[in-house]
């Protein structure tokens, strides 16, 4: 029987006591150690982290997710560093397999990439449900985390993709803390990477406050110039979807129409339809809202948020259904006109409703 290769659970957690468990009882007979690094926490954390290890670390947190996992990383004696969070965890299958491949690693892998199974579909980063990450390691291969926020691994390395499965659990949202670091590297250098904007662009669509949003107004503004400049069409066309957002909840009409009538927004993908409908849905216009939410549903892509395309659309589109019914042109008919059209309506508005209940995003092959 050859070297079984020794592998070390590298973790960093803050205020997360009522899952830990769970995520170390799916991994602590196949880690041959473990590594907490605490950026803080104030609910027992440290004391679930104890009971499990003794390698149980504290660290100043920074606003900087890469520093933190790096210094866990350091701490690490293994063969191989499987990193992982507290809403994680692997079931029996997985776990089977999870051992298995210790047993058989040949060691010119140097990263193993695992299947995440993200178990909401509406989640501030991540559109979709299966897509595959790097979550074992090499150790002496030196590898080391870059990005302060959605850190990645900087390094061009020897890749297995495995069938293994993680289950992932999110616990609410993290978007508050995820826009304080965001905010203090965009004050500190004044740029984000094209991964970090792209997914900067992705939190605040989908769950950014209006302050949040706000706050992100003079950067994406500059982005998008520095970005035409560079010709990067995607990212151009996402801030433009952002700052359409932005422009409709400050009641801004002149600068929602010239980025609607700029060269990257020809052809509009599904998330500025959205604005532009909530646009006319606020003026009470539900036709034209309709209009959009239907192009939104049927004729284009969605490119930040997959929902866009579909239930958020469709619920939409059921809405302004429903406002066309209520509008006081319609009661202005004939009474016999007006209860025919009223019934068209108020169906269609029910089978949108309906769709949008019923919506999954299409069987899509994994994200890599």
């Given at each position: 029987m050859g070297i079984i290769m020794k592998f070390s659970l590298c973790m960093i957690v803050k205020n997360e006591a009522s899952i830990l468990k769970d995520c170390l009882d799916s991994l602590k007979d196949i880690m041959d150690e473990i590594i907490?690094?605490?950026?803080?926490?104030?609910?027992?954390?440290?004391?679930?982290?104890?009971?499990?290890?003794?390698?149980?670390?504290?660290?100043?947190?920074?606003?900087?997710f890469a520093a933190a996992r790096n210094f866990a990383f350091s701490k690490a004696t293994g063969d191989y560093i499987y990193s992982a969070d507290a809403d994680e965890v692997l079931d029996e299958e997985n776990r089977t397999k999870l051992k298995a491949l210790k047993r058989v690693i040949l060691p010119e892998v140097e990263i193993v990439q695992m299947i995440y199974v993200t178990e909401q579909i509406n989640h501030p980063t991540e559109n979709f449900a299966r897509d595959m990450r790097p979550k074992l390691f090499k150790r002496l291969r030196g590898f080391t985390w870059i990005e302060p926020i959605h850190e990645t691994i900087n390094t061009s390395p020897v890749v297995y993709d495995s069938?293994?499965?993680?289950?992932?659990?999110?616990?609410?949202?993290?978007?508050?803390?995820?826009?304080?670091?965001?905010?203090?590297?965009?004050e500190e250098k004044s740029y984000l990477s094209d991964r970090l904007l792209g997914m900067y662009l992705r939190e605040l669509y989908k769950a950014g406050t209006e302050k949040d949003l706000e706050n992100a107004r003079a950067f994406l503004e500059k982005s998008l110039t520095?970005?035409?400049?560079?010709?990067?069409?995607?990212?151009?066309?996402?801030?433009?979807?952002?700052?359409?957002?932005?422009?409709?909840?400050?009641?801004?009409?002149?600068?929602?129409?010239?980025?609607?009538?700029?060269?990257?927004?020809?052809?509009?993908?599904?998330?500025?339809?959205?604005?532009?409908?909530?646009?006319?849905?606020?003026?009470?216009?539900?036709?034209?809202?309709?209009?959009?939410?239907?192009?939104?549903?049927?004729?284009?892509?969605?490119?930040?948020?997959?929902?866009?395309?579909?239930?958020?659309?469709?619920?939409?589109?059921?809405?302004?259904?429903?406002?066309?019914?209520?509008?006081?042109?319609?009661?202005?008919?004939?009474?016999?006109?007006?209860?025919?059209?009223?019934?068209?309506?108020?169906?269609?508005?029910?089978?949108?409703?309906?769709?949008?209940?019923?919506?999954?995003?299409a069987e899509l092959e994994l994200n890599t």
């Open positions: 907490i690094v605490d950026t803080g926490s104030t609910d027992g954390t440290k004391k679930v982290a104890e009971s499990y290890t003794p390698y149980v670390y504290d660290y100043e947190w920074h606003d900087d069938d293994i499965e993680i289950i992932h659990r999110p616990q609410g949202s993290h978007s508050s803390r995820d826009f304080s670091v965001f905010e203090r590297v965009i520095e970005k035409r400049e560079k010709q990067n069409e995607l990212l151009c066309r996402q801030i433009i979807a952002v700052l359409l957002k932005i422009y409709r909840q400050i009641d801004d009409p002149v600068n929602m129409l010239k980025v609607s009538l700029s060269s990257e927004a020809t052809v509009p993908s599904a998330e500025m339809c959205m604005e532009l409908g909530y646009f006319f849905m606020k003026k009470s216009d539900f036709g034209e809202a309709a209009e959009w939410f239907n192009r939104a549903a049927f004729h284009c892509e969605s490119e930040i948020d997959i929902a866009s395309s579909g239930t958020s659309a469709l619920m939409a589109l059921a809405l302004s259904y429903r406002g066309l019914a209520k509008s006081p042109k319609l009661r202005a008919l004939p009474q016999k006109e007006y209860e025919l059209e009223h019934t068209r309506l108020t169906k269609k508005a029910a089978e949108y409703e309906l769709m949008a209940r019923s919506w999954k995003p």
